[in-house]
């Protein structure tokens, strides 16, 4: 299946700072990217959908000026964490669709997640 | 809006017997994808298999397969001869199809496979 990578794996950091999610696909185009984070023993929660070339479209009642989201370019969407707090602490993932959003037969793959943790 | 139940917070199958793992979903969709993905303790998804709400036959991969019931909606995932690698938390989740192709997660079904 396509691969999609995600950078780095874990990372721990100060409150009040500001955190960089990579999220690539390695072997093929997506137009269209996905964040959701998952807390412990909970299921994943679409944050918000990455489109190449313009803004990203926030699901209702994500911050979109504390989860900063750029999609440069067809393989590479980054979430950036700004001014971090403990209770951003989550694993955060990422999937892409290989068909670039079409037809949904086509499945998502998943990246294998960053683990946030704010002290 | 779309909506996955997944009743089974947890289910526990011996080694080389076959599970079902429960899941309906609600969708005013006339045209939608249901998937199954499979997150074991590393955290990775994991996609197993898909159902397209038209397909007229259940799909099957390998030892997986979906009992896909449209009247009933329930789109549940069958495990045959069971190993000790398939224990993780599985995941039920629909799409819109030709939509935006936002999955819509269940909460989750912990399995545990016994030696």
């Known amino acids: 299946g396509a691969v999609v990578s995600q950078h780095p794996s874990w990372v721990i950091c100060k409150s009040g700072t500001s955190v960089k999610i990579e999220c690539r696909s390695l072997d093929f185009q997506a137009t269209t990217m996905f964040w959701y984070r998952q807390f412990p023993k909970q299921s994943l929660m679409l944050m918000a959908t990455?489109?190449?070339?313009?803004?990203?479209?926030?699901e209702q009642g994500v911050e979109k000026d504390k989860f900063l989201i750029n999609h440069a370019s067809l393989t590479l969407s980054t979430l950036t964490v700004t001014s971090a707090h403990p209770e951003d602490s989550s694993f955060y993932i990422c999937?892409?669709?290989?068909?670039?959003?079409?037809?949904?037969?086509?499945?998502?793959?998943f990246g294998p997640g960053t683990r946030l943790t704010v002290l | 809006a779309q909506k996955i139940t997944q009743t089974q917070p947890g289910m526990f199958v011996q080694e080389k017997e076959a599970v079902t793992l429960d899941c309906t979903y609600d969708?005013?969709?006339?045209?939608?994808?249901l998937f199954w993905y499979k997150q074991p303790s590393s955290g990775e998804m994991i996609f197993l298999i898909y159902?397209?709400?038209?397909?007229?036959q259940n799909a099957t991969e390998g030892r997986y397969s979906l009992n896909f019931q449209k009247a009933r909606k329930s789109a549940n995932l069958v495990i045959s001869a069971s190993q000790l690698g398939d224990s993780a938390m599985y995941f039920c989740a629909t799409a819109t199809q030709g939509g935006s192709e936002k999955l819509v997660f269940g909460k989750g079904t912990k399995l545990t496979v016994n030696p």
């Open positions: 159902q397209g709400s038209y397909d007229q």
């Open positions: 990455s489109n190449e070339g313009s803004k990203a479209t926030y």
């Open positions: 969708t005013s969709d006339p045209s939608y994808g």
């Open positions: 999937s892409a669709n290989p068909s670039g959003g079409r037809p949904v037969s086509d499945t998502q793959y």
